[in-house]
């Protein structure tokens, strides 16, 4: 007793003697809230410029690794992603003899690339001068502000020629997708007919995948009319499945919806909501499980590395196959071969239908933080409440995945060939992703 007793006070002197000699400044700014919020920004931001899925997902990608880049710095268990990520060259070193706010520097970092790929950079500048004054109100020295400055601007600099070489900027000038008159191929969909979103989008460089053919998935059943082929079957499931869900399948339909733009209409009016994007709700769980499991900065940036570059690398690989079988929607093939006045419960987007991205984008996340957290990390899903839907609860990665995925089917956007072969492949995705990075020190 007398043992434990002095092992007790022992600890409590030596953890006072800790704090002592740590700046108090650190003690209230050094944490991952900064980089959650940061990241939430740009988020938010992406909502309100009505950002497509995939080019959200460019954005995430970039800005979690400007925010991991930097905060390896203050931890040597973590290894740059610099050689493992397509064209990442080694980021500039800090100095050796000034001290920073890692924390802020990814902030600052964070932002900054966040605001050469967004619309509404006044919203990220408004932001990041709210942000700023508490890291001053905290108490952070003069010097060290400057410095962490400096090095977020360094690092969002070389981030930024990172970003100019992945030909983003030469797919703008290419031509739009010409609609085909073949009867088995997409056509916009009601009820605003929007043109075809990024038909190039797989000439994007890929972040950890040799290219975007690289994990193809089985080939689509063969486009048919005939009441009896594979096709027209998938077509009826679809059919059937709307008309029969329960309240609690379009609960599900609805909470995965992740629509950017939803235009609504009622009578002869019209109105568009703007939601968050099926990347956003991953990286909104990532801040969920994070907070959840007590990640630091460095830890939580390497949580959004990982999801986010996993993730663009799952739209490119989608949208390669997209538009290559260009396969037409169940809501345009039901209103002309089965029922005209069927409507799905989601708004059908406006690309082609297979594969079912928000499955293969769910799968590669599952992975990926199964890895990361473990196979029976449980967590309640509130991305939804800022939208209007409530709370969800999943007992792992992988229950979530599998409920993003049906949840398309549910909604009458995707029959389930899709669905499934879109996971078939998220899932191996994730595999080759968390096989080919190394983030810690063995």
Same mark, same amino acid.
């Given at each position: ?45 992406? $909502? =309100?410029?009505?950002?497509?899925? &995939? ?7 970039? !800005?979690?690794?400007? *925010?991991? +880049? ?121 009820? $605003? =007919?929007?043109?075809?979103?990024? &038909? ?7 972040? !950890?995948?040799?290219? *975007?053919? +690289? ?128 409507? &799905? ?11 079912? *991205? ?85």
């Amino acid at each position: 007793m007398k043992r434990m007793i002095v092992f007790i006070i022992t600890f409590m002197v030596t953890a006072n003697l800790v704090n002592a000699r740590t700046p108090g400044w650190k003690n209230r700014t050094e944490n991952a809230g900064y980089i959650h919020r940061a990241i939430k920004e740009i988020t938010d931001v992406m $909502v =309100y410029d009505i950002y497509s899925p &995939p080019v959200a997902s460019r954005t995430y990608a970039y !800005i979690s690794v400007a *925010a991991y +880049e930097t905060l390896i710095h203050e931890n040597p268990e973590y290894s740059s992603l610099a050689g493992q990520l397509h064209g990442l060259q080694p980021s500039p070193e800090p100095e050796k003899d000034k001290e920073y706010s890692y924390t802020l520097a990814a902030v600052h970092a964070i932002l900054t690339v966040g605001k050469a790929l967004v619309i509404s950079e006044d919203k990220v500048n408004a932001f990041e001068t709210s942000m700023i004054s508490e890291f001053k109100s905290d108490g952070i020295p003069e010097d060290v502000y400057a410095n962490s400055i400096d090095y977020g601007k360094e690092m969002a600099d070389h981030i930024l020629s990172w970003i100019n070489k992945d030909h983003y900027k030469q797919t703008r000038s290419l031509p739009a997708y010409t609609v085909s008159q073949d009867a088995a191929t997409w056509k916009p969909t009601p009820p $605003v =007919y929007i043109k075809a979103i990024e &038909p190039h989008w797989n000439q994007i460089r890929t972040f !950890i995948i040799d290219s *975007a053919q +690289e994990f193809r998935p089985v080939h689509p059943p063969a486009f048919s009319t005939d009441s009896t082929s594979e096709f027209y079957k998938t077509a009826v499931a679809v059919y059937k499945q709307v008309n029969s869900n329960t309240p609690g399948q379009d609960e599900i339909a609805n909470f995965w919806d992740c629509n950017p733009f939803k235009v609504n209409q009622r009578g002869h009016v019209m109105y568009a909501v703007k939601k968050i994007s099926p990347g956003g709700h991953w990286m909104n769980i990532v801040r969920l499980v994070c907070q959840k499991a007590n990640a630091g900065p460095v830890q939580s940036a390497e949580t959004y590395a990982w999801v986010a570059t996993t993730i663009a690398d799952c739209f490119i690989s989608s949208w390669d196959e997209k538009y290559r079988s260009v396969v037409i929607r169940p809501e345009t093939y039901i209103n002309k071969y089965i029922d005209q006045d069927w409507r &799905p419960v989601l708004q059908t987007p406006p690309f082609p239908e297979y594969t079912s *991205a928000h499955s293969l984008i769910s799968s590669g996340a599952a992975v990926v933080l199964t890895k990361l957290f473990g196979d029976h990390f449980s967590f309640a899903d509130s991305t939804e409440m800022e939208f209007g839907l409530p709370t969800r609860n999943f007992k792992s990665f992988y229950d979530a995945s599998e409920e993003a995925a049906i949840s398309r089917f549910y909604g009458g956007i995707h029959y389930l060939p899709a669905v499934k072969y879109g996971q078939v492949v998220g899932k191996e995705l994730g595999e080759y992703v968390i096989k080919k990075i190394r983030t810690r020190k063995e």
